[in-house]
């Protein structure tokens, strides 16, 4: 079966007993490594040669394509908020939060501002950077924890883009790892499913789940939206090279943002209505509760393993890497884990000064504003980890353009 390196047993054969023709195993998007070539392969394509059926052969052909990032934008909402602004409102200066996160400035989402405008606005520049029209867009997947719809913020994202044609659109949660889930969700559906461009979308507005009388959460966290584009290619120009993910709930004590309880009394009475034990129909979300000293324990012993074996799994060592783009959590955060993976600073990429942490949008903002910047180039090999509430990490080895 799949694994979350994305790695699978040479033979499946409890799946091919279930599912026939052999086209339900590839077009799941299940790959091994091919050592050789760097590069993603259908395990079973890896078996030799045999007769296939016309089924098999298109599977076959599905599984050889590879995926590449062509396109990326960001966009950011017009309030910025700098450590001063803060120190009148909280108990706290500037020399206070940049010594122990490195933050000196955050953007803030105002009441009329919508972080779905935003998020349209980061994937309408990565689309026009690739050069690809919205009806050509196969697939869009909006990495979120802080949608404007119960049921998800992706489809309309499509409708403000002008996809005619109603591709699939959808929400990932999964906190500040989000984006690095919906990268390998993309290639998934490129390898495996035939797509040929899909919008991976990172958009969070985590400053209205804050607590903005709490100095040491209301510092770190900003809104921001980024974007890029996956779009197939020949085997030969992938542009994953290997990935790596995680989660394990049992931390999830020390970074939520639970549901609100209700303190109403509704013990039932001997006479007592029903609707007195049925929920208000007002539920919400509670403001962010982080334990910091433990989230950073957590980060710097868990992101330089998942890159080093994500780094074993592509078939390259550090020194392959040219750039390493970490979730933007805390300055002290990227120092370690650059210092543990041996990675000079003049190849660390780092925005977490001006924007704080944007959760999801974290990874392709910082990836945008260096591609634009001139930065990055094309060919470039990027180690990039996402790490985050649930607790969920992840890294993946990519190489951009």
Known sequence: ????????????????????????????????????SRRMVC?????????????????????????????????????????DDLSEIVDTNDEWISVRTGI???????????????A?????????????????VDLVLLC????????????QIQKALGCSHNPLAYDITAACSGFLLGLVSAACYIRGG??????VIGADALSRYVDWTDRGSCILFGDAAGAVLLQSCDSEEDGLFAFDMHSDGEGQRHLKAGMKEDNTDQELATNGSLLELLPKGSSSYSCIEMNGKEVFRFAVRVVPHSIELALEK???????????ILHQANQRIIDAVATRLEVPQERVIS???????????????????????????????IATAGFGAGLTWGSAIIRWG
């Open 194 to 199: 035939g797509f040929n461009n899909v919008l």
């Open 120 to 136: 349209t606005e980061a994937a309408q520049k990565a689309l026009q950077m690739a050069e690809v029209e919205p009806n050509d």
């Open 351 to 381: 925005n977490l000064a001006n924007y704080g942490n944007t959760s999801a949008a974290s990874i392709p903002l910082a990836l945008d504003e260096a591609v634009r910047s001139g930065k990055v180039q094309a060919g470039d090999t």
């Open 144 to 155: 979120t924890s802080t949608p404007e719809d119960l049921f998800g913020s992706a489809p």
């Open 1 to 36: 079966m799949a694994n979350a390196s994305g790695l699978v047993a040479p033979t499946l054969p409890s799946l091919r007993r279930r599912f026939s023709p052999t086209l339900g195993v590839y077009r799941s998007g299940f790959w091994s490594y091919d050592g050789v």
């Open 104 to 118: 000196r400035n955050r953007r803030i989402l105002s009441r009329k501002d919508s972080l779905t405008a935003l």
């Open 43 to 83: 395990s079973s394509a890896a078996q030799g040669a045999e007769k296939l059926s016309p089924a098999e052969s298109k599977a076959r052909r599905l599984v050889s394509k590879g995926c590449k990032l062509v396109g990326c934008g960001s966009a950011l909402p017009s309030i910025q908020i700098s450590n």
């Open 314 to 324: 592509a078939g390259l060592g550090v020194s392959s890497i040219d750039w390493l």
